[in-house]
């Protein structure tokens, strides 16, 4: 089973942008890979997700902001999050079928 291990949260201030990535035990080629969140005291949300055809599905709240790659080659998916606002503080788990992440936090804060 694929393992998953997601790096690049931190704490930025609003406006700011941060890279996201996950990387993969083994070939990611045959995944729909996503991106998800979790705010506290919140259910976890769909953030974005990509084929390995390339079609990319975003929530509305991150449309225009955030941006979801893949590079099979390297087993890792990116998520780009540009324009960041506090309401992006969340724990963000990478996702591969069954198999998630343990999660990198992002905080957003002045």
């Known amino acids: 089973q694929v393992q998953l291990v997601e790096s690049g949260g931190g704490l930025v201030q609003p406006g700011g942008s941060l890279r996201l990535s996950c990387a993969a035990s083994?070939?990611?080629?045959?995944?729909?890979m996503g991106w998800y969140r979790q705010a506290p005291g919140k259910q976890r949300e769909f953030v974005a997700g990509?084929?390995?055809?390339?079609?990319?599905n975003y929530a509305d709240s991150v449309k225009g902001r955030f941006t979801i790659s893949r590079d099979n080659a390297k087993n890792t998916v990116y998520l780009q999050m540009n324009s960041l606002k506090p309401e992006d503080t969340a724990v963000y788990y990478c996702?591969?079928?069954?198999?998630w992440g343990q999660g990198t936090q992002v905080t957003v804060s002045s």
């Open positions: 996702n591969a079928d069954t198999t």
């Open positions: 083994e070939s990611i080629f045959i995944y729909v």
């Open positions: 990509k084929t390995n055809g390339g079609a990319t």
